[in-house]
């Protein structure tokens, strides 16, 4: 079975710094997607960022980025110029390349505090 | 907001009854996935239907049942419900096949006394 590891339950960040939080996935499957979602306050779940393992390049959106290392079956997510928005549970996710089993895995997550 | 509606918000209940979740997909999802997030297990995959039909199960409790409708909204259906069985519920959605991305509702907080 697959299993996702979040290794930090908390980090935190000066705001306007830059923040790397890790992942690490085991899988027998070459291929696969992996998503970082992000959980608020509010508790809603909100993606954050998506790649899939078939493709080298790492994956950017605005100030979330990944380094995704398939052989290591890691998959980090860095947040440059830290904002107070960004304070939340960040949740690692895996999900198979499975038409018929899509659920996603979730690890345990992280919860980051940006200090002002 | 991610275009997935959850009803109730919030339920309190007692022990031993029965409550219905309800979710509606974004618009031109075919699959619904049921979610349950707790203090001592995370967040879990409890279900998923794809255009009516079940299509896979996961750590789902046989007091537990869902099912999809033909305008494809979803019901979570908990019963003889035990203190264990407070959590935040969440639905998502998804087109399904190949590469999509699941979009989360807000969530049924339900806890039971």
């Known amino acids: 079975a697959q299993t996702v590891t979040q290794s930090q339950p908390e980090m935190s960040v000066q705001e306007a710094e830059t923040v790397t939080l890790s992942c690490t996935y085991d899988t027998s499957e070459s291929d696969y997607y992996l998503f970082w979602y992000k959980q608020p306050p509010s508790r809603q779940m909100i993606l954050v960022i998506r790649q899939e393992a078939y493709k080298q390049q790492n994956a950017t959106e605005n100030r979330f980025s990944v380094n995704f290392q398939k052989a290591a079956k890691s998959f980090s997510l860095k947040i440059s110029d830290s904002q ?3 304070a939340a549970m960040y949740f690692c996710a895996y999900r198979r390349e499975d038409f018929g089993n899509e659920k996603l895995t979730f690890g345990t997550g992280t919860r980051l505090t940006i200090i002002p | 907001d991610s275009g997935v509606t959850q009803t109730p918000k919030h339920l309190i209940t007692a022990t031993g009854q029965r409550v219905t979740l309800r979710c509606s997909p974004r618009s031109g999802d075919l699959s619904v996935y049921w979610y349950q997030q707790s203090l001592d297990q995370g967040l879990q995959f409890l279900i998923q239907y794809y255009n009516g039909e079940e299509r896979a199960k996961g750590n789902i409790l046989e007091r537990f049942s869902a099912q999809q409708f033909p305008d494809l909204h979803s019901e979570l259906n908990l019963s003889s419900l035990e203190l264990g069985d407070s959590a ?11 590469w999509d991305t699941q979009y989360f509702g807000p969530g049924t907080r339900l806890t039971v006394l």
């Not at chain 2, 519920?89 to 096949?97: E, K, L, N, T």
């Open chain 1, 84 to 86: 107070l928005g960004d």
């Open chain 2, 88 to 98: 935040l519920y969440f639905c998502a959605s998804s087109i399904s096949g190949g």
